[in-house]
């Protein structure tokens, strides 16, 4: 099944697998972040923590331990949080 990019909320890594969640529906592949972060524009995407890959354009609420995605609360890494603010705010045009 081929999925859109920008229909991505975000991707969770389970072990070996990764959940790739699109509104409710939540898909599941074999791949790893790595893999993943290599395939997917990076401009629209950026990593929160080991485990999660989040679609910036799907963010609608954003704090300095979490944000939140379609409902979802996904955490955020002390080792994330400075490339996420810069990117986010390069996003939404703030310098």
């Known amino acids: 099944m081929k999925l859109p990019i920008n229909d ?5 890594s389970e072990g070996n697998y990764l959940m790739i969640h699109k509104d409710q529906n939540v ?5 790893t972040i790595k893999q993943v972060m290599e395939e997917i524009p990076q401009l629209d995407f950026v990593q929160t923590h080991r485990a999660f890959v989040v679609n910036k354009k ?3 609420k954003f704090s300095h331990k979490e944000l939140v995605v379609n409902g979802d609360i996904i955490p955020i890494s002390k080792s994330f949080l400075t490339q996420l603010k810069q990117d986010l705010f390069k996003t939404n045009g703030i310098e």
């Open 8 to 12: 991505i909320d975000y991707i969770e």
């Open 27 to 31: 898909y599941k592949i074999r791949s």
């Open 58 to 60: 799907k963010i609608k």
